[in-house]
């Protein structure tokens, strides 16, 4: 653009110089008389304006390429936020069936998210959850147990965290609907394995709330099961979410 505003420049300092180049052709006598000078006058300045017009246009047209960048580029990244470990929350809850199910206990799982972003602009959710960081929470349980079914969460037959350290949701499609409510459509990665879900979240006081259900064999995952199948813990889990993203600062 520069380049151009420098050309406009010099074509404007042609126009001036195009009188005084007539007059001196004009002394020297190539040009005869004052007909042939401005005939010659009327040629320069045609050629002249004609490139000026040209540098105009490229000028122009570079000026709305700029401003149509600044206004898809300038607000999309101005509105993506991080989202706040320390104060969002995904609390799993697992429940049990089976015919001895009223002696055994429901669990409460949290799910600590490492790292996220939401971009209310371009409509975009993406978060990870660290499984190895995940915690039963279970205060009716004593510490032993408490940590056996830990054990058992991390451990090769539920989560296997240690090959798979990673959870992650990414949105694909993101939705408002009158009422207040957002529904969003991702990709959840979980025990190795991707598959599409769909949740509905309400926004109140800077925070998104709301639940989804999932089902344990989508990802892979045999439900627990123990007393010879007499207790066993139920494939359907529900995901309660609570999240906050930090005020004025952006995500990358």
Do not use: W
Not at 153 to 168: A, Q, Y
Request: hydrophobic share 40%.
């Amino acid at each position: 653009m520069h380049s151009v505003i420098r050309c406009l420049q010099e074509f404007d300092k042609l126009l001036q110089l195009r009188t005084v180049l007539c007059l001196l052709l004009l002394c020297m006598g190539i040009l005869g008389n004052r007909s042939e000078v401005e005939s010659f006058e009327t040629r320069i300045g045609h050629g002249v304006v004609m490139i000026v017009g040209k540098a105009k246009e490229l000028l122009v047209l570079s000026l709305l390429v700029s401003l149509t960048a600044i206004a898809l580029a300038g607000p999309a990244a101005g509105q993506v936020s991080r989202i706040d470990e320390a104060s969002s929350k995904l609390l799993i809850h697992v429940s049990k069936s089976g015919v001895f199910s009223g002696f055994a206990d429901n669990h409460e799982v949290e799910a600590p998210i490492s790292v996220g972003t939401i971009d209310e602009t371009g409509a975009r959710v993406r978060f990870s959850v660290d499984s190895r960081r995940m915690i039963v929470l279970d205060p009716q349980l004593p510490p032993d147990k408490r940590r056996q079914v830990q054990e058992r969460m991390l451990g090769p037959n539920v989560l296997d965290s240690t090959r798979f350290p990673e959870i992650t949701f990414e949105s694909t499609h993101v939705e408002r609907d009158t009422g207040g409510r957002i529904r969003v459509d991702g990709q959840l990665s979980l025990h190795g394995v991707t598959k599409p879900i769909a949740l509905v979240a309400r926004l109140e006081n800077g925070r998104y709330t709301g639940r989804v259900v999932l089902k344990q064999r989508d990802f892979g995952i045999t439900p627990v099961s123990i007393a010879g199948g007499t207790v066993k813990v139920k494939d359907e889990l529900t995901i309660e979410f609570d999240i906050h993203t930090t005020s004025g600062e952006k995500g990358q």
